[in-house]
């Protein structure tokens, strides 16, 4: 076996190896002398090797301790880093909310922009021809001028092949005239050119690079004015629906002016109407709103509006009555409710005492019968003895009258030991009988109780039978209030409006025309046209609350991550319990045997610095507490080898069971 191999075994194996290779080696007393010093050398090797052994299972239990320190520290760093990536996201949202606040105003603003330039644009849309023809004029120039600049880069570009080329050749002229020693010395075949020819270049090169500037400049303003041009195209051709616009526009005004008038004439009949109303029911203490007729310009007859008057208030007082008659009876239904409610929290009370008796008469009468089988051994244990002594007298009985006097003494006192025991038998039975009685009583309580406690399920069942028929019975006039209620609003509202007959009437619209929401619909179409072209121009802001949500969910599925990698890498599922005073942790193995098996961590009290966490009283606690995985907490106060040996010996039951 390899030092490897004996380092996997734990401490007792190792013990119990080190006794057997003792008790194998002892020395035998016919064994030569040789023999022994050579076993007790090989004992010393061997303990030699176990104390190598036991330093290196030190070692590397102090090298897991730190490195089961750095994984805690790491895992604090973590923390932090998670808490300081919250803070930030929480930073960042912020400010991202407020940056659509800002970027919302600043659409509304340029909104309100845009309008004022449409109307200007509309004002100026006469003089749209004349500004057309000077932008294409200088759109035209500006094209020119890109043309001339093009020619002009391409004869220096070719200027530049050029003197290029006579670089070229004034090099390889210089390098066939340079003497062979020289290229000996140098053989490198770069040279250095005539000066003359490199300013010349240099000054080419900037040439070109301003040239290049210049026709980058001059095609942003050629963009530019295309923009402008495209701008005013579309302005003047809004201008020019305007103005096909406008005359229908005019002539629709002069109807609505019409229209108007005619109202103001019908509005004044009607307030003289409204007055003689009034001055007619004042009497009878009814007030309503005027009534219309065929005849808009006319009002109707004062005998139908009071008929009219009267038909509905006497629907109104039939509608409060049967509301009235329908309350009464819903605070009947609930009265019933609440008195079934009672006598059902009654009658569970009951049920739950009855329930409490019967298991304690149970438990009397479990009790009873187990002293009724002792009594009874004892009784059989008894009889048995009595029995015995019984023989025993008739043996002595059946011996001849000359024996020694002692004898008679003797039997005196088996006779008087016999009739103390015949006394205690007596009194034994008298017990059991008394236990058969209470016995027999209890089974009769018992059976009564379970009478009564079927009495009261059925009673129990009536009673929700009932709650049921009553809570639908309630439901159902509730509906029948509502639809009552329903009603009395719909007579008071005809109460109020003037109820009247389609043959016979005509309903006059004064606010709104269908023209007019025509008119509305197509100023709704030109500020979305407006917005539109204000959205081209400036980006759309994005929505603070969709932006606010994918924040939660990437966030959400992080967090998801970071839990999951926690489990796979260290086997524990951690959850946090909600709802503490003190954060508390549930702990869970993959390897533990049941679901019900975890351990419960409390983070402690005091704010000084917190090195370990409080373990709750659990199941898997109590057993644990008794295991030698506990020793990390009780000697070493450490928490993380503590659970990493529990997961160790989990594992290895599993791994045994399978």
Same mark, same amino acid.
Request: contains cysteine; negative net charge.
């Given at each position: 076996?390899?030092?490897?191999?004996?380092?996997?075994?734990?401490?007792?194996?190792?013990?119990?190896?080190?006794?057997?290779?003792?008790?194998?080696?002892?020395?035998?007393?016919?064994?030569?002398?040789?023999?022994?010093?050579?076993?007790?050398?090989?004992?010393?090797?061997?303990?030699?090797?176990?104390?190598?052994?036991?330093?290196?299972?030190?070692?590397?239990?102090?090298?897991?301790?730190?490195?089961?320190?750095?994984?805690?520290?790491?895992?604090?760093?973590?923390?932090?880093?998670?808490?300081?990536?919250?803070?930030?996201?929480?930073?960042?949202?912020?400010?991202?909310?407020?940056?659509?606040?800002?970027?919302?105003?600043?659409?509304?603003?340029?909104?309100?922009?845009?309008?004022?330039?449409?109307?200007?644009?509309?004002?100026?849309?006469?003089?749209?021809?004349?500004?057309?023809?000077?932008?294409?004029?200088?759109?035209?120039?500006?094209?020119?001028?890109?043309?001339?600049?093009?020619?002009?880069?391409?004869?220096?570009?070719?200027?530049?092949?050029?003197?290029?080329?006579?670089?070229?050749?004034?090099?390889?002229?210089?390098?066939?005239?340079?003497?062979?020693?020289?290229?000996?010395?140098?053989?490198?075949?770069?040279?250095?050119?005539?000066?003359?020819?490199?300013?010349?270049?240099?000054?080419?090169?900037?040439?070109?690079?301003?040239?290049?500037?210049?026709?980058?400049?001059?095609?942003?303003?050629?963009?530019?004015?295309?923009?402008?041009?495209?701008?005013?195209?579309?302005?003047?051709?809004?201008?020019?629906?305007?103005?096909?616009?406008?005359?229908?526009?005019?002539?629709?005004?002069?109807?609505?002016?019409?229209?108007?008038?005619?109202?103001?004439?019908?509005?004044?009949?009607?307030?003289?109407?409204?007055?003689?109303?009034?001055?007619?029911?004042?009497?009878?203490?009814?007030?309503?709103?005027?009534?219309?007729?065929?005849?808009?310009?006319?009002?109707?007859?004062?005998?139908?509006?009071?008929?009219?008057?009267?038909?509905?208030?006497?629907?109104?007082?039939?509608?409060?009555?049967?509301?009235?008659?329908?309350?009464?009876?819903?605070?009947?239904?609930?009265?019933?409710?609440?008195?079934?409610?009672?006598?059902?929290?009654?009658?569970?009370?009951?049920?739950?005492?009855?329930?409490?008796?019967?298991?304690?008469?149970?438990?009397? /009468?479990? &009790?009873?019968? *187990? +002293?009724? #089988?002792? %009594?009874? @051994?004892?009784?059989?244990?008894?009889?048995?003895?009595? $029995? =015995?002594?019984?023989?025993?007298?008739?043996?002595?009985?059946?011996?001849?009258?000359?024996?020694?006097?002692?004898?008679?003494?003797?039997?005196?006192?088996?006779?008087?030991?016999?009739?103390?025991?015949?006394?205690? /038998?007596? &009194?034994?039975? *008298? +017990?059991? #009988?008394? %236990?058969? @009685?209470?016995?027999?009583?209890?089974?009769?309580?018992? $059976? =009564?109780?379970?009478?009564?406690?079927?009495?009261?399920?059925?009673?129990?069942?009536?009673?929700?039978?009932?709650?049921?028929?009553?809570?639908?019975?309630?439901?159902?006039?509730?509906?029948?209030?509502?639809?009552?209620?329903?009603?009395?609003?719909?007579?008071? #509202?005809?109460?109020?409006?003037?109820?009247?007959?389609?043959?016979?009437?005509?309903?006059?619209?004064?606010?709104?025309?269908?023209?007019?929401?025509?008119?509305?619909?197509?100023?709704?179409?030109?500020?979305?046209?407006?917005?539109?072209?204000?959205?081209?121009?400036?980006?759309?802001?994005?929505?603070?609350?969709?932006?606010?949500?994918?924040?939660?969910?990437?966030?959400?599925?992080?967090?998801?991550?970071?839990?999951?990698?926690?489990?796979?890498?260290?086997?524990?599922?951690?959850?946090?319990?909600?709802?503490?005073?003190?954060?508390?942790?549930?702990?869970?193995?993959?390897?533990?045997?049941?679901?019900?098996?975890?351990?419960?961590?409390?983070?402690?009290?005091?704010?000084?610095?917190?090195?370990?966490?409080?373990?709750?009283?659990?199941?898997?606690?109590?057993?644990?507490?008794?295991?030698?995985?506990?020793?990390?907490?009780?000697?070493?106060?450490?928490?993380?080898?503590?659970?990493?040996?529990?997961?160790?010996?989990?594992?290895?039951?599993?791994?045994?069971?399978?």
């Amino acid at each position: 076996m390899s030092s490897d191999d004996h380092s996997h075994l734990p401490s007792s194996t190792k013990r119990q190896r080190t006794t057997s290779l003792l008790t194998m080696h002892r020395p035998i007393t016919n064994v030569p002398a040789l023999l022994l010093e050579q076993q007790l050398e090989s004992l010393q090797a061997e303990l030699d090797h176990e104390r190598s052994l036991r330093n290196l299972d030190q070692r590397r239990a102090q090298q897991q301790k730190e490195l089961l320190e750095q994984q805690v520290e790491f895992a604090v760093k973590e923390a932090t880093n998670a808490k300081q990536l919250i803070n930030d996201f929480r930073t960042e949202s912020q400010n991202a909310l407020q940056k659509m606040k800002d970027a919302r105003d600043m659409a509304y603003e340029e909104v309100r922009k845009l309008q004022v330039e449409l109307i200007d644009a509309r004002e100026e849309s006469e003089n749209g021809d004349d500004a057309d023809h000077t932008w294409k004029s200088e759109y035209n120039s500006v094209k020119q001028k890109l043309q001339f600049q093009e020619e002009y880069e391409q004869k220096l570009l070719e200027q530049i092949k050029d003197l290029e080329n006579e670089v070229r050749k004034l090099s390889e002229e210089l390098l066939r005239t340079k003497p062979p020693d020289l290229q000996q010395m140098n053989p490198s075949p770069s040279q250095d050119a005539p000066s003359d020819l490199l300013r010349e270049l240099q000054r080419v090169r900037i040439e070109l690079a301003e040239t290049e500037r210049s026709h980058r400049q001059l095609q942003r303003s050629l963009q530019a004015a295309e923009q402008r041009n495209k701008t005013l195209v579309d302005e003047r051709e809004v201008a020019q629906r305007g103005a096909e616009r406008l005359p229908k526009v005019l002539a629709e005004l002069d109807n609505l002016r019409k229209d108007h008038e005619d109202s103001l004439a019908t509005q004044i009949a009607w307030k003289t109407f409204g007055e003689e109303l009034f001055e007619k029911l004042k009497g009878t203490g009814i007030f309503s709103m005027p009534i219309k007729t065929n005849n808009h310009l006319l009002p109707p007859e004062v005998s139908t509006v009071l008929r009219i008057l009267e038909s509905v208030q006497q629907k109104i007082e039939k509608t409060t009555q049967e509301n009235n008659k329908l309350c009464e009876k819903v605070r009947t239904l609930e009265s019933a409710m609440k008195s079934t409610e009672t006598q059902s929290s009654q009658n569970l009370s009951k049920q739950l005492e009855w329930s409490k008796e019967r298991s304690k008469l149970e438990q009397k /009468l479990v &009790t009873s019968e *187990q +002293e009724t #089988a002792l %009594l009874k @051994k004892k009784n059989s244990v008894y009889q048995g003895e009595i $029995e =015995s002594l019984r023989d025993l007298i008739r043996t002595f009985d059946d011996l001849p009258l000359a024996t020694h006097g002692s004898a008679a003494s003797d039997n005196a006192k088996d006779a008087s030991a016999l009739k103390i025991l015949q006394l205690s /038998l007596d &009194t034994k039975t *008298q +017990e059991i #009988a008394v %236990l058969e @009685k209470e016995r027999q009583e209890l089974k009769v309580q018992l $059976e =009564s109780t379970k009478l009564v406690n079927i009495d009261s399920k059925e009673e129990l069942d009536r009673v929700k039978a009932k709650f049921v028929k009553l809570r639908d019975t309630l439901q159902e006039e509730r509906a029948k209030v509502e639809q009552a209620e329903a009603r009395a609003i719909e007579a008071e #509202a005809l109460a109020g409006r003037g109820s009247f007959d389609p043959n016979r009437t005509r309903v006059l619209h004064f606010k709104e025309t269908p023209f007019v929401q025509s008119l509305k619909e197509e100023v709704q179409v030109l500020r979305r046209q407006l917005e539109l072209k204000s959205a081209s121009s400036s980006k759309v802001a994005p929505d603070p609350d969709k932006l606010n949500q994918r924040l939660k969910q990437n966030f959400k599925e992080q967090i998801a991550l970071f839990r999951e990698g926690v489990y796979l890498m260290t086997g524990f599922k951690v959850d946090m319990l909600p709802g503490t005073d003190r954060p508390t942790f549930r702990v869970r193995s993959m390897f533990a045997e049941r679901e019900e098996d975890h351990l419960m961590l409390k983070w402690p009290k005091g704010g000084e610095t917190i090195k370990s966490l409080d373990i709750l009283g659990t199941e898997l606690a109590k057993l644990l507490a008794a295991s030698p995985s506990y020793e990390y907490m009780t000697k070493f106060h450490s928490l993380p080898a503590f659970l990493a040996s529990v997961q160790l010996s989990l594992f290895e039951k599993q791994t045994m069971m399978m």
